[in-house]
């Protein structure tokens, strides 16, 4: 199995701020990346796929980047509505694991 | 419009057998470049893959959960089951479907559509 791992497991930041979120894949996974948000009662909100792809109707605040083991997230201009927890999940081979999360709070 | 709707059980006994079906909608389950997975999570804890299966043959199941779980589906239904045996209380959580693109046969593309959830609780 390829293990993710995510740092910083939560943060703190304020509206208006700029924030990264890392992802380390124990081996490589190409560009097979894709990145969640995910507010309290709800499903997980696909962002971002294929390491860097902003999916349909995501605001180009969020940005990905990244190759091979190691991925970054950025929230660019943090909006009120960007507080939630964010995870990562390789989709380069089965099992199709997540990152353990990073939650985002309000400073 | 796309749309998934996980249904099933809220309430298994301890070794008892969990039955949830996927009912999917603007998109068919024929289609090779498209896939359903079965993802759950527990309270408090992050999202934890199960299974996923592109068109009927195309299954691939969690390292240390595949002897419980079996995938299917029935295109005619638009419905994909996922069957998990000997129910335990760690078992309890929101179990989600999703979509998924493939992009080869072992690669793919994020998951962009979810169901609601369906929450299942495992006691006796």
């Known amino acids: 199995d390829i293990q993710m791992t995510q740092s910083p497991s939560s943060l703190s930041a304020s509206v208006g701020d700029t924030v990264t979120i890392t992802c380390r894949a124990r081996q490589t996974i190409g560009s097979f990346l894709n990145w969640f948000q995910q507010k309290p009662r709800e499903a997980p909100k696909l962002l971002i796929y294929a390491g860097s792809t902003l999916q349909s109707g995501v605001p180009s605040r969020f940005s990905g980047s990244g190759s091979g083991t190691d991925f970054t997230l950025t929230i660019t201009g943090l909006q009120p509505e960007d507080f939630a927890t964010y995870y990562c999940q390789q989709s380069y081979t089965a099992p199709l694991d997540f990152g353990q999360g990073t939650r985002l709070e309000i400073k | 419009q796309v749309t998934l709707k996980e249904s099933g059980p809220v309430l298994v006994k301890p070794t008892e057998t969990l039955t949830l079906t996927c009912t999917v909608s603007g998109f068919s389950l024929s289609n090779d470049k498209m896939g359903v997975s079965w993802i759950r999570q527990p309270p408090g804890m992050a999202p934890e893959w199960l299974a996923h299966?592109?068109?009927?043959?195309?299954?691939s199941y969690n390292t240390s959960l595949k002897s419980r779980l079996t995938i299917s589906q029935d295109t005619s239904k638009s419905q994909v089951v996922l069957t998990m045996t000997n129910m335990d209380p760690v078992d309890t959580a929101t179990y989600f479907c999703a979509r998924i693109h493939k992009y080869t046969i072992t690669t793919f593309n994020g998951m962009d559509v979810w169901g609601q959830g369906t929450t299942v609780t495992v006691s006796s």
């Open positions: 299966i592109v068109s009927d043959d195309e299954k």
